[in-house]
T-cell receptor, first 112, second 112 residues
Framework: GEDVEQSLFLSVREGDSSVINCTYTDSSSTYLYWYKQEPGAGLQLLTYIFSNMDMKQDQRLTVLLNKKDKHLSLRIADTQTGDSAIYFC????????????FGKGTTLSVSS | ETGVTQSPTHLIKTRGQQVTLRCSSQSGHNTVSWYQQALGQGPQFIFQYYREEENGRGNFPPRFSGLQFPNYSSELNVNALELDDSALYLCASAVGGDYGYTFGSGTRLTVV
């Protein structure tokens, strides 16, 4: 079956790097996503990676994909207090994402 | 800034009642999905519409139904509300073949 797992909580100091990890079980997933949710808000797409890629970098964000271990990570460099939010890993099986399967989310807390 | 608008933002209903939630997508977004996010959980896929026809459904009973209209708006209808239906309901839209969905801010439904 499909399942996405994430650690529930991460606490870092401002200026440090944050690494949020995710494991997924569906080997047929073609796209993997990271979404950010701030309190009272919907989901904001941060970045995505195709399953045939190992790494993707977008400004402060670096996504690493280990397809063999079905492990996805999101690294946020120079973490700021504004990065405090819940981060969701999600997988889908086709381009338009017929269904996004989400993890339970990792709450990132950044202290100054 | 999101191009997907949901209404209402908050809603309180009594068990057994019916509710209609609305979503207005960006022009050209011919795919819309609805998700249910219970407190402390990741979003769960309810169903998806493509060009006004349902083309995917998650593990939700038939009392959850929807419509998509030619003007890129859509509805989620829930009949015979139960206490466990209390959640944040998220609408997400995309252009078919796009990478990743744009989410609205959600409707928080409380069933008492």
């Amino acid at each position: 079956g499909e399942d996405v797992e994430q650690s529930l909580f991460l606490s870092v100091r401002e200026g440090d790097s944050s690494v949020i990890n995710c494991t997924y079980t569906d080997s047929s997933s073609t796209y993997l996503y990271w979404y950010k949710q701030e309190p009272g808000a919907g989901l904001q797409l941060l970045t995505y990676i195709f399953s045939n890629m190992d790494m993707k970098q977008d400004q402060r964000l670096t996504v690493l994909l280990n397809k063999k271990d079905k492990h996805l990570s999101l690294r946020i460099a120079d973490t700021q207090t504004g990065d405090s939010a819940i981060y969701f890993c999600a997988e889908s099986q086709n381009q338009a994402g017929t269904a996004l399967i989400f993890g339970k989310g990792t709450t990132l807390s950044v202290s100054s | 800034e999101t191009g997907v608008t949901q209404s209402p933002t908050h809603l309180i209903k009594t068990r057994g009642q019916q509710v209609t939630l609305r979503c207005s997508s960006q022009s050209g977004h011919n795919t819309v999905s609805w998700y249910q996010q219970a407190l402390g959980q990741g979003p769960q896929f309810i169903f998806q519409y493509y060009r006004e026809e349902e083309n995917g459904r998650g593990n939700f009973p038939p009392r959850f139904s929807g419509l998509q209209f030619p003007n890129y708006s859509s509805e989620l209808n829930v009949n015979a509300l139960e206490l466990d239906d209390s959640a944040l309901y998220l609408c997400a839209s995309a252009v078919g073949g796009d990478y990743g969905y744009t989410f609205g801010s959600g409707t928080r439904l409380t069933v008492v």
